[in-house]
């Protein structure tokens, strides 16, 4: 495939700025991620369903977000499998952890011994259009897997939310950038569209909850959910076919495997909204066969006029 990459114009922040004391606790954790790094994989999973464990139990909060969104998604599901679930969450939460140093420090043919794809194919006939393509992601707890997997397969842009702490979002954006041609925050809408211009693949993950600009309310596991419905206008300026895309953990703990689905035909179509409700029930779909790999501890479901999170 040819591309014409395009160049980051991020500025670094110095990493002096973030050795205080209240960075501590962060730098020591990394510390730790690192050097488990070397471990085999199903070593580094298993510490981090350990940590996960742990998690759960002090973990208040989230673990009330989770089980209040299960709930609300899975009601099909008893109390105790609810209860265990939550618990499952946890465990693949930990998991996150120790993969964000798979993906941040692991060699690409290490990478590519745990990886397997299917429907790589499907990426391959998109990008001979010569429009990009549009890989429509969702926040599972794969999520950093799944779009340094993307880079495994040729040049590579993502989009990405920036973290709330600021030594955390420094780190993931110089990672970030050692990967790909360009990484570009959520506002860069103007850089992810020349990207796909340039033939290149965006690794994009629009579900989270979202009130501003190109927004509206569509069902998510039939719950009303403030939603971006601007992938349908993004593929509309651009050309570019989109292209479902999961990341999934292996149950035996041997690696990934990472499902890029056929561009979604007739999208988009002239209802933002039909095409926003269409990939909601593509990541209900893969939720309902991973369920402890979505991300549960996130208040998806709040709206201005409405908040099952509230006390």
Not at 7 to 27: D, E, Y
Not at 104 to 112: G, I, K, T, V, Y
Not at 126 to 141: I, N, V
Not at 248 to 270: C, K, M, Q, W
């Amino acid at each position: 495939m040819t591309t014409s990459p395009t160049a980051s114009s991020t500025q670094h922040v110095a990493l002096s700025r973030f050795l205080g004391p209240r960075f501590w606790p962060i730098w020591l954790g990394l510390g730790i991620v690192r050097a488990l790094n070397v471990l085999p994989l199903r070593t580094q999973l298993a510490v981090g369903r350990a940590l996960g464990r742990l998690a759960y139990r002090f973990a208040r909060r989230d673990r009330r977000i989770a089980a209040i969104n299960i709930a609300l998604c899975l009601p099909g599901l008893s109390p105790a499998e609810r209860d265990d679930l939550v618990r499952e969450h946890f465990e693949s939460l930990g998991c996150t952890l120790l993969e964000t140093g798979l993906v941040w420090w692991a060699s690409e043919a290490r990478l590519r011994r745990l990886i397997q794809f299917d429907g790589e194919e499907h990426l391959h006939a998109a990008l001979a259009k010569g429009r990009g393509a549009l890989m429509l992601s969702a926040h599972f707890t794969t999520l950093e897997m799944g779009a340094r997997a993307l880079t495994l397969l040729g040049p590579t842009s993502v989009m990405y939310l920036t973290p709330s702490n600021p030594l955390i979002a420094e780190l993931s954006r110089r990672n970030r950038e050692r990967h790909t041609v360009q990484a570009v925050t959520s506002e860069q809408i103007r850089e992810l569209l020349t990207n796909l211009k340039n033939n290149l693949p965006v690794w994009y993950a629009p579900d989270q909850r979202y009130t501003g600009k190109n927004s509206a309310t569509v069902p998510f596991f039939g719950v009303p959910a403030a939603s971006n419905v601007a992938t349908s206008r993004l593929a509309k300026i651009s050309g570019a076919p989109v292209l479902p895309y999961f990341p999934e953990r292996r149950a035996d703990n041997t690696g990934y495997v990472i499902v890029i689905h056929p561009p979604l035909e007739d999208f988009p179509s002239s209802d933002p909204v039909a095409d926003t409700q269409r990939f909601h029930e593509l990541i209900e779909d893969h939720a309902r066969r991973n369920p402890a790999q979505y991300l549960w501890t996130y208040k998806r479901f709040k709206r201005p006029d409405y908040d099952p999170y509230r006390r």
